[in-house]
T-cell receptor, first 112, second 116 residues
């Protein structure tokens, strides 16, 4: 079983709709969770971090964390063509000095 | 103005050669990382340094040797390059990587290594 799992996609989303991305992780003790956006040929860029159960909103992005169910999700509201990218979920291993495990990423395609 | 920089951006070389990639960050972060992203886009941690000290070494072949002369720099030297080493290598840095709620990473632009 992979430690961090994401649907690879592509997830096709009409412009203006909500894109919903999911991520599950295996290590129950994990406490730090991150979403990165990676455009083709570019480096990952941090969108959001979340550490507590519940929702965290930043502009059009909302991260949701449920530690009991071991999943973290990302909602993109009012999706724009510029949101077309691969979204990487990252989980920091517990009791570690910076050991991060990344999912394989979900490709999002926003269609006009 | 660049936060995390890497050189070179592209590296094309023959099998068996030795090459180095350099990374520098001006964010004042304590922790730096090397990641490898293969053709399937999977991002895998290779090494992590905190204040010049190696803290993570993820079963990477010993042909790969990182070196951190100071906390703002982390270099990667690769000996006897193999075809399977072809990938994009990313450097990243973060602050507070040891805290449970911490470790937001900032990535460099990447070095695309092609071994022929």
């Amino acid at each position: 079983q992979k430690e961090v799992e994401q649907n690879s996609g592509p997830l096709s989303v009409p412009e203006g709709a909500i894109a919903s991305l999911n991520c599950t992780y295996s290590d129950r003790g994990s406490q730090s969770f991150f979403w990165y956006r990676q455009y083709s040929g570019k480096s990952p860029e941090l969108i959001m971090s979340i550490y507590s159960n519940g929702d965290k909103e930043d502009g059009r992005f909302t991260a949701q964390l449920n530690k009991a169910s071991q999943y973290v999700s990302l909602l993109i509201r009012d999706s724009q063509p510029s949101d077309s990218a691969t979204y990487l979920c990252a989980v920091k291993a517990p009791d570690s000095w910076g050991k991060f495990q990344f999912g394989a990423g979900t490709q999002v395609v926003v269609t006009p | 103005d660049t936060a995390v920089s890497q050189t070179p951006k592209y590296l094309v070389t023959q099998m068996g050669n030795d090459k180095s990639i350099k990374c520098e960050q001006n964010l004042g972060h304590d922790t730096m990382y090397w990641y490898k992203q293969d053709s399937k886009k999977f991002l895998k941690i290779m090494f992590s340094y905190n204040n010049k000290e190696l803290i993570i070494n993820e079963t990477v072949p010993n042909r790969f040797s990182p070196k951190s002369p100071d906390k703002a720099h982390l270099n990667l030297h690769i000996n006897s390059l193999e075809l399977g080493d072809s990938a994009v290598y990313f450097c990243a840095s973060s602050q507070a990587s040891w805290e449970p709620a911490g470790g937001e990473q900032f990535f460099g632009p990447g070095t695309r290594l092609t071994v022929l």
